[in-house]
């Protein structure tokens, strides 16, 4: 079992920064890969950034270039770095941490989300 407890969200203007962060803990030495999702209300949980174990990073066409996804292994932490925010960020950001195989996710863990408001 792995646990994610996620940290940083809150609300902010738009054009503002946010940092989220996952710490991991547990068996996590089946995990090859982090990343954050992101639910907003009346819609279907999104794929924000993912970012592997040997550092590969992918992100959503709609937060390139805004998000940066990073990771400190040392600590088993998991990083969000949020630049000019937009009203549309608006969301429960979710940490997931998976296994993959060629790309494949064999199992993964969910955290309890974290809010970002972001006003207009």
Same mark, same amino acid.
Do not use: K, N, P
């Given at each position: +079992? #792995? +646990?994610?407890?996620? !940290? @940083?969200? &809150?609300? #902010? +203007? /738009?054009? @503002?920064? *946010?940092? *989220? !962060?996952? /710490? /991991? !803990? &547990?068996?996590?030495f089946s995990i090859n890969a982090m990343g954050w999702y992101r639910q907003a209300p009346g819609k279907q949980r999104e794929l924000v950034a993912t970012i592997t174990s040997r550092g590969d990073t992918n992100y959503a066409n709609s937060v390139k270039g805004r998000f940066t996804i990073s990771r400190d292994n040392a600590k088993n932490t998991v990083y969000l770095q949020m630049n000019s925010l937009k009203p549309e960020d608006t969301a429960v950001y979710y940490c997931n941490a998976a296994k993959t195989v060629a790309g494949i996710s064999l199992y993964d863990y969910w955290g309890q989300g974290t809010q970002v408001t972001v006003s207009s």
């Open positions: +079992q #792995v +646990q994610l407890v996620e !940290s @940083g969200g &809150g609300l #902010v +203007q /738009a054009g @503002g920064s *946010l940092r *989220l !962060s996952c /710490a /991991a !803990s &547990g068996s996590i």
